[in-house]
């Protein structure tokens, strides 16, 4: 498949068609240690993130972080709980684009 690069702007759509592309091979999917904790503590699975990013909508952003990446919430319903899941996309010039999973939570 292609490389799409991240454009200097990134609209919704693009966004979400991005992660949903890098998601689709979950070792481009990166869990940080604070989402790990939270996902234990919220009894979150890693498939239910991993279903979020490919069939959740854009609930947040997408907007630029201090580091230059791109970051976004993503919405998704799961057994009847909307599920949130705080993503940055990172380009890596070796091996390409990566989803970096920020955090975790349901939705009050």
Request: hydrophobic residues 45%; aromatic residues 4%; charged residues 25%.
């Amino acid at each position: 498949m292609a490389q799409i690069p991240i454009p200097f702007q990134l609209s919704g759509p693009m966004a979400l068609r991005l992660i949903r592309e890098i998601a689709q091979d979950s070792s481009r999917v990166i869990v940080t240690t604070h989402a790990r904790k939270r996902m234990r503590e919220r009894r979150i699975s890693l498939p239910q993130v991993l279903n979020c990013l490919v069939k959740g909508q854009i609930a947040e952003g997408p907007a630029q972080d201090v580091h230059g990446n791109w970051v976004c919430t993503l919405r998704w319903r799961d057994a009847g709980d909307f599920l949130r899941v705080a993503v940055a996309l990172k380009h890596d010039v070796t091996t390409g684009h990566k989803v970096i999973v920020i955090t975790v939570m349901y939705e009050d």
